[in-house]
């Protein structure tokens, strides 16, 4: 049973920082996909940052230079560093991984940008 579960979200100052955890649990960690997605209030779910099965790194062009996903194996455990938040990466962020050819979200955990 895959479980993914979310921290770190919270209220924030624009230029401040945030870093995301996601406590992984039924994948091979390291192996399998995973990503960070985002829903903006109104909008439809994006995914943000995203670790291959190959260690490759993509980030979504809205995030690139400010925000950094990494993972640590031997916790099972993937990060979001988010840097120089701006008040447009409000939203719930959701941790997501595949494996199987099925796709798993976390329940999210919001992050608020203030002006």
């Known amino acids: 049973q895959v479980q993914l579960v979310e921290s770190g979200g919270g209220l924030v100052q624009a230029g401040g920082s945030l870093r995301l955890s996601c406590a992984a649990s039924?994948?091979?960690?390291?192996?399998?996909?995973m990503a960070w997605d985002r829903q903006a209030p109104g909008e439809e779910r994006e995914m943000v940052a995203r670790i291959g099965s190959d260690g490759s790194i993509w980030y979504s062009p809205s995030v690139m230079g400010r925000f950094s996903i990494s993972r640590d194996n031997r916790k099972s455990t993937m990060y979001l560093q988010m840097n120089l938040l701006k008040p447009e990466d409000t939203g719930v962020y959701y941790c997501?991984?595949?494996?199987?050819?099925?796709?798993?979200w976390g329940q999210g955990t919001q992050v608020t940008v203030s002006s």
């Open positions: 997501s991984a595949a494996r199987q050819g099925a796709d798993y």
């Open positions: 039924g994948i091979i960690f390291g192996i399998d996909p």
